[in-house]
């Protein structure tokens, strides 16, 4: 199974197949990297980057003939949006969304009119979200001191 051959070749002492070699941080904007690599660049683990990959929240760019998953810099790039939203608890569909709607502003025969009007609707749910997040750390706060004075 590609998953496991996948785990397994990234591994310390496994080195990296002859099809598909890891490819360097500093490596140019087609170039690809393998899930290790870009665990490494998003600080998500490895299974959180194959579940994206399975539901279809983000698929890798490309496989290599043995199956293993590269992705681009752009693929990161939307890993890392992607992981700004799971504090906001934002779905899974949710950020697939977000991920289309940022996409399709990057499409010159799209007019932007809806897409941002959208993205302007998603901003207010973050902004909700992470005032609720202000309230809970403060409670949380509040708990640490009361400890702290016992």
Known sequence: MA????HA?????????PTAPR????????????????ADRTGLSLRTLRHYDEVGV????GRTDGGFRLYTQHDVERLLLIRRMKPLG???EEMREVLDLVESLADP???????????????VRAEQRRAELARTLEMADEFIDLLRRR
Do not use: N
């Not at 998953?3 to 996948?6: G, Y």
């Not at 490819?23 to 870009?38: E, K, Q």
């Open 3 to 6: 998953d496991d051959a996948e």
């Open 9 to 17: 070749a990234l591994a310390p002492s496994a080195p990296a197949p």
């Open 23 to 38: 490819t360097a941080p500093s490596a140019g904007p087609g170039a690809t990297m393998h899930i290790g690599a870009v």
């Open 58 to 61: 983000l698929r890798p760019s």
């Open 90 to 92: 934002f779905t899974l």
């Open 109 to 123: 025969a799209v007019d932007p009119q809806g897409p941002r009007e959208h993205l302007a609707a998603f901003v």
